[in-house]
C-alpha cells in the first residue's frame, strides 16, 4: 500500500426526516385528532483513531462521505428511523483540519488516541409531526415540521506518524540498516542516496516484558534547505514533530577531522528553521559506518568527542558493532522522558461546526419547547389539504 500522509474529502451528515401530518380515522371515534409521528434524526459522520490504519491512501481514490437520512415519520404517531452514523477509521495520530470558506483552515481534531472518536459534522434533527400543534384553540393543524439539513464541510487530514523515536540524519546515512537491526521492520535499503522515501516504522521489544515497547520511525533522508522543500523537505519533516526523542545518524563517510560534527550541526539548523522546538529536543548522536573507517581516523574521532564532552556513538549497521549500546541509550531515554506532545490537543471535540460551513443552515425547525401553544411564529410548516 502507498504511504499517502494528506488528503481532502467532503464530509455530509443525513437530514433529518419530516414530520408526518396525518389524523386518526376510526369507525365510532369522530374527530379523532392529529397524529402525526416526527421524522428521524438524520445520521452523523464520526472520526475514529485506528491502530490498523497506517495511511490516508484510501482518502484518495473516495472524497465524499455522507451519511444516511432520516426516514419521515407516519401516521398512528409512528416515528421515523433515525439515519445510520457514518464511521470513518483514520490513521492514529491524524490532524483534521476544517476548511473555511475564504481558504483558511482551522484545526478541528488531533486523533492522537487509539479509538477516540469525535463527531465532525452532526446530522439534522427530524421533523416533528403535527400532533404535536395540536391545542384547544388548533385542534386541526394540517401542518408539520420538515426536518432540518445535516451539516456539511470540507476537511484536510494530514498524517503524523507518532512514534518514540525518529531517526533522522543526511541520505545514505544507513538509517533503514539500522532500523532493520533493533526491529523487525524491512525497509528498502541500497549504496545509493533516497533509498527511503516514505517513512518507515519499526518497534523494539524488552526482552523481558513484551508491553514495553519502543515505536521506531526511520525517516527519509534530509539535505540542506529541507525546511524551505529541498530534497523531499517538510514533505516528511513534520513527522518528526511527533516523536519524543531523536537518534542522529551520520556516515563517517561525511565526516572529516576539521569540522567532524558538521553533518548534524547542518540537519540541527534545518529543523530549528522548520520547527524551533525541535531544536531542543532530546538526541542521540551516532557515526555510523566504521567498518569503513581507518582505525586512525576512528581513534582521532574518539579521541575527539571526548575533548569536545560530546557523548557520540560509533558504530557499524552492517556488521552489528555497537548497535547494542545505542539501542540500550534509546531505552534509557525512552523511560526517562515524559510523554512528549508538541501539538496542542483538544480536550473537548466541539460536536457542532456550523460556524465553518460555506453555507449557514437555512429553514431548520425551531428545538424550543413552545411555550404558548397558538404561538407558532418562526415555524417552518408544509400546508397539507385534508
Known amino acids: 500500500m502507498r504511504f499517502i500522509d494528506e488528503a481532502v474529502i467532503s464530509l455530509k451528515a443525513g ?19 392529529p ?13 475514529r483513531a485506528s491502530p490498523r490504519m497506517l495511511s490516508l491512501y484510501d482518502f484518495r481514490l473516495r472524497r465524499h462521505y455522507e451519511a444516511e437520512n432520516g426516514q419521515p415519520g407516519m401516521g398512528s404517531q409512528m416515528h421515523g428511523r433515525n439515519g445510520e452514523h457514518l464511521y470513518l477509521e483514520l490513521p492514529v495520530g491524524t490532524l483534521v483540519f476544517a476548511i473555511t470558506p475564504d481558504g483558511g483552515e482551522r484545526l478541528m481534531a488531533d486523533l492522537s488516541v487509539p479509538e477516540e472518536e469525535v463527531v465532525i459534522v452532526q446530522g439534522g434533527q427530524g421533523g416533528k409531526g403535527n400532533e404535536h400543534f395540536k391545542s384547544a384553540t388548533m385542534r386541526t393543524p394540517r401542518f408539520a415540521q420538515p426536518g432540518e439539513p445535516g451539516e456539511e464541510i470540507k476537511v484536510r487530514l494530514e498524517l503524523k506518524i507518532l512514534a518514540d ?7 545514505n546515512a544507513g538509517k533503514s540498516t539500522f532500523i532493520t537491526n533493533i526491529s523487525a521492520a524491512r525497509p528498502k535499503i541500497a549504496p545509493y542516496p533516497f533509498t527511503t522515501l ?22 527519509p533522508g534530509l539535505i540542506e534547505g529541507a525546511h524551505a522543500g529541498a530534497g523531499l523537505g517538510h514533505q516528511f519533516l513534520k513527522h518528526i514533530e511527533r516523536t519524543r526523542f531523536l537518534v542522529h545518524i551520520l556516515s563517517i563517510e561525511d565526516v572529516s577531522l576539521d569540522a567532524p560534527w558538521a553533518g548534524f550541526e547542518l540537519i540541527n539548523e534545518e529543523l530549528a528553521l522548520f520547527a524551533p522546538d525541535l531544536k531542543e529536543r532530546r538526541q542521540i548522536e551516532v557515526i555510523n559506518k566504521i567498518d569503513l573507517a581507518d582505525p586512525e581516523l576512528l581513534a582521532a574521532l574518539r579521541a575527539r568527542a571526548a575533548k569536545d564532552r560530546r557523548e557520540v556513538y560509533f558504530i557499524s ?13 534509546m531505552w534509557r531515554l525512552f523511560d526517562g522522558l515524559g510523554n ?21 443552515v437555512s429553514g431548520s425547525a425551531a428545538d424550543d419547547d413552545i411555550d404558548d401553544e397558538d404561538d407558532f411564529s418562526g415555524i417552518e410548516v408544509i400546508w397539507t389539504r385534508e
Open 317 to 329: 549497521a552492517l556488521t552489528g558493532e555497537g548497535v547494542e549500546d545505542v539501542a540500550e541509550a
Open 340 to 360: 512528549h506532545d508538541p501539538l496542542v490537543r483538544f480536550k473537548e471535540h466541539p460536536n457542532l461546526v456550523a460556524e465553518d460551513l460555506d453555507e449557514e
Open 35 to 47: 397524529n402525526g409521528g416526527d421524522g428521524g434524526d438524520g445520521g452523523s459522520v464520526i472520526l
Open 198 to 219: 516514505q517513512p518507515n516504522l519499526g518497534v523494539m521489544l524488552d526482552d523481558d516484558n513484551y508491553d514495553h515497547r519502543l515505536t521506531v520511525a526511520d525517516i
Open 15 to 33: 437530514k433529518g426526516g419530516h414530520g408526518c401530518v396525518s389524523f386518526r380515522r376510526e369507525k365510532f371515534i369522530p374527530r379523532g385528532g
Open 165 to 171: 523515536a525518529g531517526l533522522l540524519g543526511l541520505p
